[in-house]
């Protein structure tokens, strides 16, 4: 038994399997990145999106509108990076959500509500001061595969 674990020890690192790679995701159908960060890590068969905020994909701005219309493109946001990776929001484990007002918790919860399907997702959501580029909502999301 020494024998067998002292030779996986010292096997050709071409041999040994890697447990923990990551890879950077990156689609174009989602805001690109605006700090030194990834849209999603893909690790195993798990995915971590970063905070996807209501950015347009094609311009880079902050869609117009109410907290609803904001939810609704942060929604589409996820979905684009979801789909990049051969996943739905059926893949989806566990979300958090930030608002800026806890006010605007039903609204939220609607749209969010009109992407899942039981069983839903663990989630969390909270008030924060701020978010980036003084957005109402942003959302964050862990899938697996």
Known sequence: MIMFVLSLALA????????HMKEAVLTHDAPAPIGPYSQAIKSGDFLFCSGQVPLDPA????????VTAQAKQVMKNLSAVLHANGMKFQDVVKTTIFLKSMN????VNAVYGES?????????????ARLPKDVLVEIELIARK
Do not use: M
């Open 12 to 19: 050709a690192p071409a041999q040994r399997k890697e447990v």
């Open 59 to 66: 311009t880079g701005a902050v869609v117009a509108g109410d």
């Open 104 to 107: 605007d918790f039903a609204a």
């Open 116 to 128: 899942f399907t039981q069983p839903f997702p663990a989630r969390s959501t909270v008030e924060v």
